[in-house]
T-cell receptor, first 112, second 115 residues
Framework: DQQVKQNSPSLSVQEGRISILNCDYT??????FLWYKKYPAEGPTFLIS?????DKNEDGRFTVFLNKSAKHLSLHIVPSQPGDSAVYFC???????????FGGGTRVLVKP | EAGVAQSPRYKIIEKRQSVAFWCNPI?????LYWYQQILGQGPKLLIQ????????DSQLPKDRFSAERLKGVDSTLKIQPAKLEDSAVYLC?????????????FGPGTRLTVL
């Protein structure tokens, strides 16, 4: 039972353009969402988060949007840079500090 | 500040053998997590410690997996006996406390291959 899904396993984008990564969840009890970035042979690193009381959170080139009614969130990277090439995981929890449930990841390739 | 350390980085064993992984969290971090990441999937939490006590082990296959954090610092995860489906990357993470979900710092992982 996959409660957090990332339906696009991979994404290729040109440098300077926007990358949009999508994530869907099924558990309506989730109210805290996070994005992690993972390079090969390294552990995931925290990127950005959003609480269910917000619909948008921005941090530099990264913006996360949350649509609670659709149980959908997205990560926008603008502009995309070659160093953004990595696997991105969406994660959700029932409250900050609770167990994280991860999606399967989306591999992003930013072409120079 | 040193990150989360894990060893070994790679391990190849045959099914029915035993294996152990070690994790040293960031100094002062009270909460320690072990995750299993199967190829093509996201990390799945196996067990969470707060100091030397278990907070959540609901997804740990207790018939073959065990974990301990005896002094509330480093931790060991053991599989005995291993099955083919245990092939995965085992990630350790730590955070200052249970509330700081944003600040879960991950180690590089141990890649286990069971033949």
């Amino acid at each position: 039972d996959q409660q957090v899904k990332q339906n696009s396993p991979s994404l290729s984008v040109q440098e300077g353009r926007i990358s949009i990564l999508n994530c869907d969840y099924t558990n309506s009890m989730f109210d805290y969402f996070l994005w992690y970035k993972k390079y090969p042979a390294e552990g995931p690193t925290f990127l950005i988060s959003i609480s269910s009381i917000k619909d948008k959170n921005e941090d530099g080139r990264f913006t996360v949007f949350l649509n609670k009614s659709a149980k959908h969130l997205s990560l926008h990277i603008v502009p995309s840079q070659p160093g953004d090439s990595a696997v991105y995981f969406c994660a959700a929890s029932k409250a900050a500090g609770n167990k994280l449930t991860f999606g399967g990841g989306t591999r992003v390739l930013v072409k120079p | 500040e040193a990150g989360v350390a894990q060893s070994p980085r790679y391990k190849i064993i045959e099914k029915r053998q035993s294996v152990a992984f070690w994790c040293n969290p960031i100094s002062g971090h009270a909460t320690l997590y072990w995750y299993q990441q199967i190829l093509g999937q996201g990390p799945k939490l196996l067990i969470q410690f707060q100091n030397n006590g278990v907070v959540d082990d609901s997804q740990l296959p207790k018939d073959r997996f065990s974990a301990e954090r005896l002094k509330g610092v480093d931790s060991t995860l053991k599989i005995q006996p291993a099955k083919l489906e245990d092939s995965a990357v085992y990630l350790c993470a730590s955070s200052p406390d249970q509330i700081s979900t944003d600040t879960q710092y991950f180690g590089p992982g141990t890649r286990l291959t069971v033949l």
